[in-house]
């Protein structure tokens, strides 16, 4: 059965400084990785995935994900922080043998202005 | 092209009484997933339905919940007989679906059930 996890509940960061939100899986095949974003009372957004291919992944608003094989991670990346991109991030994976998607805890990021 | 569309947005029932949340996926995708939201525990996968089939429900609890998405109309999340624990917010997504999909998963904007 696959799994995820989300080490940090929370994240804090200053605007305009680098941030990263961790994330490791578990599947047995192959895996699809993604990640969402929530802003307070709605659903979730779609940022962006990795299917195969380049280990580097550019998605929605300037965020970027890699994906290590070798240390199952697929961690959420971005230059440079928003305030704006204060918010609940997931992570989530589907095991390419099914199409049941399964989702992390959550990481709350906040931008410090 | 509408996205998911979830109803009731706010629902609130007392113990004992059933709750009954929609979801219409959007045009062209066959399949919904349902997930249950509780502050600090994150997204809990609950059922996984195509039109007229059940294809995962793992995460559904054994007693008083159902799902069903039928040929015509919406997928329904049912809850009987609902007790505090049941308040949450629960979302539903749609996806093309199929094997061969590796595309990403459609959010509705969620019912919240709070029960008194």
């Known amino acids: 059965a696959q799994s995820v996890a989300q080490p940090e509940d929370q994240v804090n960061v200053a605007e305009g400084n680098p941030l990263t939100v961790k994330c490791t899986y578990s599947v047995s095949g192959n895996p699809y990785l993604f990640w969402y974003v929530q802003y307070p009372n709605r659903g979730l957004q779609f940022l962006l995935k990795y299917i195969t291919g380049d280990n580097l992944v550019k998605g929605s608003y300037g965020f970027e994900a890699e994906f290590n094989k070798s240390q199952t991670s697929f961690h959420l990346k971005k230059p440079s922080a928003l305030v704006s991109d204060s918010a609940l991030y997931f992570c989530a994976v589907r095991d390419n043998r099914d199409d049941k998607i399964i989702f992390g805890k959550g990481t709350r990021l906040h931008i410090l202005p | 092209n509408a996205g998911v569309m979830q109803n009731p947005r706010h629902l609130v029932r007392r113990r004992g009484q059933e709750a009954r949340l929609r979801c219409s996926p959007m045009?062209?995708?066959?399949?919904v997933y349902w997930y249950r939201q509780l502050p600090e525990e994150g997204l809990k996968f609950m059922v996984y339905?195509?039109?007229?089939?059940?294809?995962?429900e793992s995460g559904m609890p054994k007693e008083r919940f159902s799902a069903e998405f039928p040929k015509e109309g919406p997928s329904i999340l049912r809850i009987q007989q609902v007790v505090r624990g049941d308040s949450a917010a629960y979302f539903c997504a749609s996806s093309i679906g199929g094997r061969g999909n590796t595309g990403e998963l459609f959010f509705g904007e969620g019912s919240r059930l709070t029960v008194l």
């Open positions: 045009k062209g995708h066959s399949h």
């Open positions: 339905l195509q039109k007229e089939n059940i294809i995962d």
